[in-house]
C-alpha cells in the first residue's frame, strides 16, 4: 500500500523558514492523475490545505500563505518538501503529506496520509 512519511525539524525560531519533508513508498510522485499535497493543523483549529505539487510538478497554494510557501520536488527519491518562509507561532501546527486526486474542479480526495508531525514555532 502506498505510505508517507513526514520527516523535519519539530522546532523552529520566529522568522526561519519550516522544511518538511514527505517520502512516498509504493507509488510513485510522478504517476499520472495525482497530485502531492501539504496540509497543517493548527492546536484547536480545523483542517488547512497548504498547497500541492501535480505528477508533472506543477504547484498550487492557498492564497492566505502563498507568498510564504514553496513545494517542491526529488524524483529521484520519491520526495516532496515544504518550504514555509518567515515563520510565526502561529504557523505552529500538525502538519500533514497526503496524497491527493481530482474528482472535478474545486473537489478533491486525500485517500493516503502520513502521520502527521508537529512543528512548533518557539524562540
Known amino acids: 500500500q502506498v505510505q508517507l512519511q513526514e520527516s523535519g525539524p519539530g522546532l523552529v525560531k520566529p522568522s526561519q523558514t519550516l522544511s518538511l519533508t514527505c517520502t512516498v513508498s509504493?507509488?510513485?510522485?510522478?504517476?499520472?492523475?495525482?497530485?502531492w499535497t501539504w496540509i497543517r493543523q493548527p492546536p484547536g483549529k480545523e483542517l488547512e490545505w497548504i498547497g500541492s505539487?501535480?505528477?508533472?510538478?506543477?504547484?498550487n497554494y492557498s492564497p492566505s500563505l502563498k507568498s510564504r510557501t514553496s513545494i517542491s520536488r526529488d524524483t529521484s527519491q520519491n520526495q516532496f518538501t515544504l518550504q514555509l518562509s518567515s515563520v510565526m507561532p502561529e504557523d505552529t501546527a500538525v502538519y500533514y503529506c497526503a496524497r491527493e486526486g481530482a474528482i472535478s474542479y474545486g473537489a478533491s480526495y486525500y485517500d493516503y496520509w502520513g502521520q502527521g508531525t508537529q512543528v512548533t514555532v518557539s524562540s
Open positions: 509504493a507509488a510513485s510522485i510522478t504517476t499520472n492523475a495525482y497530485y
Open positions: 505539487i501535480g505528477y508533472s510538478g506543477s504547484t
